[in-house]
């Protein structure tokens, strides 16, 4: 038996602003929402990337612990990281300095307005400019 796909789904205390921001400023679009009359599920999507977004009750989310999310990283894989960076960095994103690691990735990050930690990686093979 083959696994076709993993899609994580991120518990998010707002799930509108959410959407606007994976949609307007990440550009995912939505594949799917659950819900009336408020939506409290959905799938989003870009190229070959799924995410499904969920808005639990805000007891549940009171339960998580303060600085769960500090340790939960969604790494994605673009084609053209440099372009992928300064877009958004024109955009005005909050996005950390484009690096090359040790391990061989040029990467970034940004947190979404939950706090989850998007990291977008390629292969690189130029010379570090951290050593971690």
Excluded at 28 to 52: Q, S
Excluded at 81 to 89: E, G, N, Q, R, S
Aim: glycine share 4%.
């Amino acid at each position: 038996m083959k696994l076709t796909a993993l899609i994580p789904m991120l518990s998010v205390t707002d799930l509108k602003r959410s959407i606007a921001f994976y949609r307007d400023k990440l550009g995912f679009h939505v594949i799917n929402v659950f819900g009336e009359p408020e939506p409290k599920w959905c799938m989003i999507g870009r190229d070959d990337i799924k995410i499904m977004l969920n808005e639990p009750p805000r007891e549940e989310m009171e339960t998580l612990p303060l600085h769960a999310k500090n340790f939960q990283v969604y790494y994605l894989y673009p084609d053209d990281i440099a372009a992928l960076h300064a877009a958004w960095k024109d955009d005005h994103l909050a996005v950390t300095d484009l690096r090359v690691t040790a391990y061989g990735m040029k990467e970034f990050e940004l947190r979404d307005p939950d706090g989850y930690w998007l990291w977008f990686g390629q292969e690189s093979s130029d010379p570090p400019t951290v050593h971690e």
